[in-house]
């Protein structure tokens, strides 16, 4: 081993005991005892740090097992008012305001149902709030914007120069596009628009 290292350049000898290696010297700024600083008062504007809430105890039906469950574990759920139900292979659970959120939600399908029967993917009627787009599946009526139809504009004339093209004879002729609908299950890729 050689008796002098090189650092930056600079050739000093290894230090002598192992305690010392590998600690860096000490500046003249590192050496003066720094003056200890009085804490900072709190002002009286600074809000005094919120306490963690406690965690509500898991009610007993979370601590069975799914099979040693019965309908007598829920029933201070009976009357809540949040809508609530469990559903496992046994036994479906609803609260009195989950049957009832329940049964205003079939009642809406089922107007709903009754308005638009017989009608196209074209003249589509917007359903029940309740029902939300995702669950219902049908096509609904979409405002038509100008990005909407800077988007559809040229779809819908490329599909007539196809539907003119595969039909001899037929000489349609695009004008302008007067109402577009919106399906989530309308088509194998998830989401589809249709105009007229």
């Known amino acids: 081993m050689e008796s002098d290292t090189s650092l930056f350049g600079v050739i000093r000898s290894p230090p002598e ?23 900072e008062p709190k002002s009286e504007l600074e809000p005094e740090p919120k306490p ?3 965690r509500k105890p898991k009610p007993a039906w979370e601590l069975k097992r799914v099979n040693d469950l019965t309908l007598s574990d829920f029933s201070m759920y009976d009357d809540d008012i949040k809508p609530f139900g469990f559903m496992c292979a046994k036994f479906y659970y609803r609260n009195k ?9 079939e009642a809406a399908i089922a107007d709903y149902k009754k308005r638009s029967r017989g009608l196209s993917v074209y003249d589509a009627i917007t359903p029940p709030k309740i029902a939300q787009y995702g669950k219902c599946w049908v096509a609904v009526p979409l405002d038509l914007n100008e990005n909407r139809l800077r988007r559809l504009i040229p ?16 000489n349609f002729v695009f004008l302008d596009v007067v109402k577009t609908t919106w399906s989530a299950a309308g088509s194998s890729m998830g989401k589809s628009e249709w105009a007229t």
Do not use: M
């Open 17 to 39: 005991n192992l305690e010392e290696r590998g600690k860096r010297p000490k500046s003249e700024s590192e050496s003066e005892p720094k003056p200890e600083l009085e804490p």
């Open 52 to 54: 963690k809430p406690e």
């Open 97 to 105: 305001a989950q049957i009832q959120k329940d049964n205003e939600y």
């Open 155 to 170: 779809l819908c004339k490329l599909a007539l120069d196809k539907y003119n093209a595969d039909n001899q004879g037929a």
